[in-house]
Nanobody, 120 residues
Framework: QMQLVESGGGLVQAGGSLTLSCVAS??????????MMWYRQAPGKERELVAS????????EYGDSVKGRFTISRDNAEKTVYLQMNSLKPEDTAVYLC???????????WGQGTQVTVSA
């Protein structure tokens, strides 16, 4: 079973940058059989899809609110997905969650999240 652990969150000033990491661990899974996604959830708001990346990195998509500022990438050998966040805004403040979707079964796995706080 796969477990996901996010890291890299913190407090940053507006205009700054952060890089989030999500590492998959466990046994009995093949990391490149999963689509990987980053979501975020701010207090009182619905969970929002930030970015997604296909198993081979050939298909990448971003939410409208982060296009041109965030970059998602993955390293299948390291079983890690990254989210590079630039030009951060206070409205980017949220808990950022890593999500894996199995290509065949559609099964979903979530990490516990990492807090990102952007001060004005």
């Amino acid at each position: 079973q796969m477990q996901l652990v996010e890291s890299g969150g913190g407090l940053v000033q507006a205009g700054g940058s952060l890089t989030l990491s999500c590492v998959a661990s466990g046994s009995g899974f093949t990391f490149n059989h999963y689509i990987m996604m980053w979501y975020r959830q701010a207090p009182g708001k619905e969970r929002e899809l930030v970015a997604s990346i296909s198993s081979s990195s050939s298909v990448i998509e971003y939410g409208d609110s982060v296009k041109g500022r965030f970059t998602i990438s993955r390293d299948n050998a390291e079983k890690t997905v990254y989210l590079q966040m630039n030009s951060l805004k206070p409205e980017d403040t949220a808990v950022y969650l890593c999500n894996a979707v199995q290509l065949v079964s559609g099964g979903k796995i979530w990490g516990q999240g990492t807090q990102v706080t952007v001060s004005a």
